[in-house]
């Protein structure tokens, strides 16, 4: 569809700020600030609450500038796919033009000002975090390659490596496996989701796994990659970050990750449709869950450490 076509439907509805707000993907932000907040609180140094918060806030508005980016530029894919129709430019709410200028403008306002709160260092990784999702990704990788979704995956992953580095100034081996959780989630995610809703892509034309490898391969990926980030996730726990409370989180989680990976494996091709969808989604909602657990369960550690509790010393009182 043509820039003038999505402009010409602006003039159905009047644009209210919710719709401009839309643009900045306000879901996908929410996991942008927590996981940067986590690896800013759980960083071995003290930030002051001010420079803390706003290293969080540069930080989101630099996700949201991507995710307006991103809406500018798959306008197209998006009027064609069911689950993205209502997202504000293809409903006629805002133009492309708005949306590159918004992105664009708080693209630079989110580096500048996260390198004159915190260092450059970090407003560095930011902004090769947005030009990662919005050229690598979005204008690149989508589009020619069913593992887009695995290399893209990388510019979500950033968050809490960027937020520790914000605090730290450094990059440290705890940073990185950080961003490898991220990294290592977002394919089985994404896929189990592509699973179910297939048909959106098929008919955008976008090269998703399911659609140039079949379901059949999709899910050998899946338990594949579960079974590497299994692996990733508990060796956070032996960082500085980890501790009994996070390694406990991570066993359990990783185990029932591990099974739902293998029940969508194990799945028969001549089954129903309803009965894969429902083991599908089942997983897909886990995975919903498994992130936020254990970025929570960092959080909790880090705050834990930083009001002078030692795991170490309540087991010496219970022996």
């Not at 000002?113 to 407003?123: D, E, Q, Y």
């Not at 029940?263 to 992130?291: C, T």
Request: proline fraction near 4%.
């Amino acid at each position: 569809m043509s820039d003038a076509s999505f402009d010409s439907r602006i003039h159905e509805s009047e644009a209210q700020f919710g719709d401009y707000f839309a643009l900045l993907k306000p879901r996908v932000m929410t996991l942008v600030v927590f996981t940067a907040f986590v690896g800013l609180l759980a960083a071995p140094v003290a930030m002051h609450p001010f420079v803390a918060f706003c290293a969080v806030l540069f930080i989101a508005i630099g996700g949201g500038a991507s995710g307006a980016l991103n809406m500018w530029y798959d306008a197209d894919i998006d009027a064609v796919m069911k689950r993205t129709a209502r997202r504000p430019i293809p409903a006629g709410k805002v133009t492309r033009d708005e949306a590159l200028a918004i992105g664009s403008a708080l693209s630079a306002f989110a580096v500048i000002f996260l390198g004159l709160a915190t260092n450059w260092l970090a407003a560095g990784l930011l902004a090769f975090t947005i030009f990662f999702y919005v050229v690598i990704y979005t204008m690149w990788l989508k589009r020619l390659t069913p593992q887009n979704i695995v290399i893209g995956g990388a510019a979500g992953a950033f968050p809490p490596m960027i937020g520790w580095t914000a605090a730290t100034g450094d990059i440290s081996v705890a940073s990185v496996l950080m961003f490898c959780l991220t990294f290592m989630w977002t394919p089985p995610h994404f896929w189990a989701l592509a699973l179910f809703v297939r048909m959106d892509y098929d008919n955008a034309t976008v090269p998703m796994l399911t659609v140039t490898n079949g379901r059949r391969s999709t899910r050998n990926h899946i338990l594949a990659y579960t079974v590497l980030l299994a692996i990733l996730a508990v060796a956070l726990g032996f960082t500085s970050v980890g501790g009994p409370l996070y390694l406990t989180v991570a066993l359990v989680l990783n185990a029932l990750f591990l099974k739902g990976a293998w029940d969508i494996w194990k799945r028969d091709e001549g089954a129903s449709e309803a009965d894969n969808f429902a083991v599908e989604k089942k997983f897909f909602k886990l995975s919903l869950l498994y992130l936020f657990a254990h970025f929570g369960a960092i959080l909790i550690e880090a705050t834990l450490s930083k009001l002078g509790f030692d795991w170490a010393s309540l087991g010496g009182l219970l022996t």
